[in-house]
């Protein structure tokens, strides 16, 4: 399942994005050496990109499995949660909706030898995330 965009985390990124450039643009106003005003927009760009991939939102019905380099930390969710960009990452959205799963139909015989078609539906629900995660 591929995850949808986190539109939260791309308005902070375009907030201090457009912060280091009005502030980049303040800096090279006051001086005719504009490498003070390049730099500044650098670490706000790197502040942005950092700042922005450690911000997740988990919906009512997903949890996240936040490992910390490689070994299980915590479940995260639902909500707002930050995680360590590089040392943290989340290598599964846990689904804990009812989910169904549809048989196709199959002829088999009774036990008195009559044929019949079975048509099945599985409903399932993970109802401890933790123990599903691992």
Do not use: C
Not at 29 to 40: A, C, R, Y
Not at 49 to 68: C, F, G, M, T
Not at 105 to 125: G, Y
């Amino acid at each position: 399942m591929m995850r949808k965009i986190n539109y939260f985390s791309t308005l902070i990124f375009f907030v201090i994005v457009g912060t280091g450039i009005g502030l980049a643009f303040i800096l090279s106003g006051l001086s005719e050496d504009i490498t003070g005003s390049v730099w500044t927009g650098i670490i706000f760009s790197l502040l942005a990109i950092i700042v922005s991939s450690a911000i997740k939102v988990a919906n009512q019905w997903e949890r996240a499995v936040v490992l910390r380099l490689g070994h299980f930390r915590v479940l995260r969710g639902p909500g707002l949660f930050l995680i360590i960009p590089v040392i943290d990452t989340i290598p599964y959205w846990i689904d804990i909706r009812v989910i169904t799963t549809t048989f196709r139909t199959e002829k088999t015989l009774t036990k008195d030898t009559v044929p019949v078609d079975v048509d099945a539906v599985l409903f399932w629900k993970v109802i401890n995330p933790q123990k599903a995660a691992l």
